[in-house]
């Protein structure tokens, strides 16, 4: 009889999702190079997982906050 493993769903949480970079750029509408500029710039929060880019959704809550102000 084949055994089974029992599997848990993981309940997401919305500030620590992250998304790509494309994503980001959709929500908050920007290019994806203009968004590279603020990363590169250091405006902008992202993590980089081989040569693809992550910015959760806090760290671009933050970016927008911050030029809201402005």
Do not use: C
Request: charged share 35%; proline share 4%.
């Amino acid at each position: 009889m084949p055994q089974y493993r029992r599997v848990t769903p993981m309940t997401p949480l919305d500030l620590n999702r992250m998304l790509t970079l494309e994503e980001a750029a959709d929500f908050v509408a920007l290019s994806d190079r203009t968004l590279r500029r603020k990363i590169k710039d250091g405006d902008l929060m992202a993590h980089k997982f081989g040569r693809l880019w992550r910015i959760s959704e806090k760290d671009l809550q933050a970016f927008i906050d911050q030029h809201r102000k402005s």
